[in-house]
């Protein structure tokens, strides 16, 4: 038995499911789930001693690589002076200004401990500004696990939602509406209908909660317009593409200004950042400049701002996103060649160092249900291939994967010699 499967029935014993985030117990592809002893670069290595190529990157926050000295040695200095405060610091102040400088929709931010804080108390704000109760989010985006969001459609599109989870109140779910993502007549149906009721929609600018999803071309600008139309808040939730896909996030790249921001991973470089962004206006509304209440005794944490800040930091050097850029296509082109090359059915999809890979017979995939049509078997022995071959995959179809400054041409040679050999055996 290995160290890894030992932990794994230990924890298991007092951790639900033996893990702190449902997705790393490999449930979807199955098998024991490596418990990582160390990282480096763009390699974790497991308590077996096993090393891996490391393509989750914590799902996101690791884009300049893992223990990057500068971010490491940041970590530490902030340590030395204390772990927290729970009093306003210099750091937040930098970090916010940082946020600030690449966002230039984001006039104010309030800095939290996770993405489901920032999109939790964006709609709480959205709510609270426009006196409006309903919301909309797009079946297959994920935006943390607070009630208004774990909700599905219910029997037909644009009706209310119900739970998707056990727990979450009918009344809360029946106010959240879903729609299918990349389909705006459903959007301006449902505006028309109801737009007077509802105080904000929630996207993912590029869905990384379904696969890797991309908008279609106008999808964004067309949700702008229609939420200008309606006075509907737009929330562009942007806590993975937000300095993932280009410095000012998926709204520098495809020029769509937000009501309000959402952030995390990396403006946290590896420790608990959430952020939430958006108008002066709407933003003073927000405890205790304003009367909309949230808090948080670890936000702004002294060593999460110093590991954001040194991490964007390194973003911000000249050629970052331009190299990171040609390696991840050159990456996924690899890749693809080798599952063309052995007859595998498959969609690659991709913006920046965010991808994706269906095995499916479609050429495109634009929404969840599409995405659900893939070959789950197929990727799970793809899945458990690679990870033999020493590359480390998300465990799930409806994951991303991730690139970071430390995966170089050889780490890239090596991923895609793995997959020729693993294509020919699918
Ligand atoms: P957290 O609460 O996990 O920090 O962020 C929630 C969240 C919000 N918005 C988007 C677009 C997100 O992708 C996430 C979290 N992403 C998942 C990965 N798909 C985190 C991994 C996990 O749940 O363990």
Same mark, same amino acid.
């Given at each position: 038995?290995?160290?890894?499967?030992?932990?794994?029935?230990?924890?298991?014993?007092?951790?639900?499911?033996?893990?702190?985030?449902?997705?790393?117990?490999?449930?979807?592809?199955?098998?024991?789930?490596?418990?990582?002893?160390?990282?480096?670069?763009?390699?974790?290595?497991?308590?077996?001693?096993?090393?891996?190529?490391?393509?989750?990157?914590?799902?996101?926050?690791?884009?300049?690589?893992?223990?990057?000295?500068?971010?490491?040695?940041?970590?530490?200095?902030?340590?030395?002076?204390?772990?927290?405060?729970?009093?306003?610091?210099?750091?937040?102040?930098?970090?916010?200004?940082?946020?600030?400088?690449?966002?230039?929709?984001?006039?104010?931010?309030?800095?939290?401990?996770?993405?489901?804080?920032?999109?939790?108390?964006?709609?709480?704000?959205?709510?609270?500004?426009?006196?409006?109760?309903?919301?909309?989010?797009?079946?297959?985006?994920?935006?943390?696990?607070?009630?208004?969001?774990?909700?599905?459609?219910?029997?037909?599109?644009?009706?209310?939602?119900?739970?998707?989870?056990?727990?979450?109140?009918?009344?809360?779910?029946?106010?959240?509406?879903?729609?299918?993502?990349?389909?705006?007549?459903?959007?301006?149906?449902?505006?028309?209908?109801?737009?007077?009721?509802?105080?904000?929609?929630?996207?993912?600018?590029?869905?990384?909660?379904?696969?890797?999803?991309?908008?279609?071309?106008?999808?964004?600008?067309?949700?702008?317009?229609?939420?200008?139309?309606?006075?509907?808040?737009?929330?562009?939730?942007?806590?993975?593409?937000?300095?993932?896909?280009?410095?000012?996030?998926?709204?520098?790249?495809?020029?769509?200004?937000?009501?309000?921001?959402?952030?995390?991973?990396?403006?946290?470089?590896?420790?608990?950042?959430?952020?939430?962004?958006?108008?002066?206006?709407?933003?003073?509304?927000?405890?205790?400049?304003?009367?909309?209440?949230?808090?948080?005794?670890?936000?702004?944490?002294?060593?999460?701002?110093?590991?954001?800040?040194?991490?964007?930091?390194?973003?911000?050097?000249?050629?970052?996103?331009?190299?990171?850029? +040609?390696? &991840? *296509?050159?990456? !996924?082109?690899?890749? $693809?060649? #080798?599952?063309?090359? =052995?007859? %595998?059915?498959?969609?690659?999809?991709?913006?920046?160092?965010?991808?994706?890979?269906?095995?499916?017979?479609?050429?495109?995939?634009?929404?969840?249900?599409?995405?659900?049509?893939?070959?789950?078997?197929?990727?799970?022995?793809?899945?458990?291939?690679?990870?033999?071959?020493?590359?480390?995959? +998300?465990? &799930? *179809?409806?994951? !991303?994967?991730?690139? $970071?400054? #430390?995966?170089?041409? =050889?780490? %890239?040679?090596?991923?895609?010699?793995?997959?020729?050999?693993?294509?020919?055996?699918?």
């Amino acid at each position: 038995m290995t160290r890894s499967e030992t932990l794994f029935n230990r924890a298991r014993q007092i951790i639900p499911g033996g893990v702190n985030s449902p997705v790393r117990a490999f449930k979807s592809v199955g098998g024991i789930p490596p418990f990582i002893a160390s990282a480096q670069g763009a390699c974790l290595t497991d308590v077996d001693g096993r090393t891996y190529i490391d393509y989750v990157g914590s799902w996101g926050p690791m884009i300049v690589g893992h223990a990057h000295p500068a971010v490491v040695a940041a970590i530490q200095a902030a340590t030395a002076r204390g772990t927290s405060f729970g009093a306003p610091t210099e750091a937040e102040v930098q970090l916010a200004e940082a946020i600030i400088d690449c966002m230039p929709a984001i006039e104010m931010v309030r800095l939290v401990n996770s993405g489901t804080e920032a999109t939790m108390s964006a709609l709480r704000l959205a709510r609270a500004v426009t006196g409006r109760e309903l919301i909309v989010k797009f079946t297959g985006c994920y935006h943390g696990h607070s009630d208004s969001l774990l909700v599905e459609a219910g029997s037909g599109a644009a009706t209310f939602g119900v739970p998707s989870s056990p727990g979450v109140p009918r009344a809360t779910a029946h106010s959240t509406l879903t729609l299918p993502y990349n389909d705006l007549p459903a959007l301006q149906a449902l505006l028309a209908q109801r737009g007077q009721e509802i105080a904000a929609l929630i996207v993912e600018p590029v869905a990384g909660n379904m696969g890797c999803v991309l908008p279609l071309p106008g999808y964004l600008q067309g949700l702008r317009t229609a939420c200008d139309q309606h006075g509907v808040l737009l929330i562009l939730d942007e806590v993975m593409t937000g300095f993932r896909v280009a410095r000012g996030g998926a709204q520098a790249l495809y020029g769509i200004r937000p009501d309000l921001t959402t952030l995390g991973k990396v403006i946290g470089g590896g420790l608990p950042v959430g952020a939430y962004g958006g108008s002066r206006a709407i933003m003073e509304q927000i405890s205790p400049a304003g009367p909309v209440y949230q808090a948080g005794t670890l936000s702004g944490n002294p060593l999460a701002t110093a590991a954001g800040l040194a991490t964007l930091e390194i973003i911000s050097q000249p050629g970052f996103y331009e190299t990171l850029e +040609a390696r &991840s *296509q050159r990456l !996924t082109e690899g890749i $693809s060649w #080798a599952l063309t090359a =052995a007859g %595998i059915p498959h969609l690659g999809t991709r913006v920046g160092s965010m991808f994706g890979l269906f095995f499916t017979h479609r050429t495109r995939v634009d929404n969840f249900a599409e995405a659900a049509e893939s070959d789950l078997n197929c990727f799970n022995r793809w899945f458990h291939g690679m990870l033999a071959a020493g590359i480390y995959l +998300a465990p &799930s *179809q409806y994951e !991303t994967g991730f690139l $970071s400054m #430390a995966h170089d041409d =050889a780490i %890239i040679d090596r991923t895609i010699d793995a997959a020729r050999a693993v294509a020919k055996g699918l």
